[in-house]
């Protein structure tokens, strides 16, 4: 599972405007939904769901929200660097500023832990996340999440 087989390069925001985790979640809802023919609602319960279970935000600023949905095709992404940190929650108590949504169909199984532990990977190597940190167009973050190179470096 490649990173690029669960972005678009409309799937990537470089400047989002949320003041908290809750706006940050429903956001991404909107965009997510508009971006995959989703209804927007049903992505924002599947991840409160699962920001019930325990918050998503996995250290180092970045939160890695994800849930299973009936209507989802196929796996599928979306990046968005906040344009300000938020509280997420999460376990290292900072705030987070890179956030990787994924999204699977509820029978992907172990797929969807693969494309999670990639994800993961991906986004604890600090110096993608350094250049993530400093790249403003969508564009660039496309490019750096999608590089082969830095995906399998981590």
Not at 25 to 35: D, F, G, P, T
Not at 77 to 90: C, M, Q, S
């Amino acid at each position: 599972m490649e990173i690029a087989e669960l972005l678009t390069h409309e799937s990537v925001l470089p400047n989002l405007k949320v003041t908290s985790k809750k706006q940050a979640l429903q956001e991404l809802s909107k965009r997510v939904a508009k971006n995959y023919n989703l209804a927007e609602r049903e992505v924002f319960e599947v991840l409160l769901e699962r920001e019930k279970l325990g918050s998503t935000g996995v250290g180092n600023g970045i939160a890695i929200p994800h849930g299973k949905m009936e209507d989802l095709g196929r796996l599928s992404g979306y990046f968005a660097r906040l344009e300000r940190p938020v509280d997420f929650e999460a376990i290292d108590e900072r705030p987070v500023d890179l956030i990787f949504l994924l999204l699977a169909p509820e029978a992907s199984g172990a797929e969807h832990l693969k494309a999670l532990a990639r994800v993961s990977r991906l986004m604890r190597n600090k110096s993608i996340c350094k250049k993530l940190r400093g790249s403003n167009s969508a564009e660039a973050l496309y490019s750096l999440l999608t590089d082969k190179a830095a995906d399998q470096a981590a």
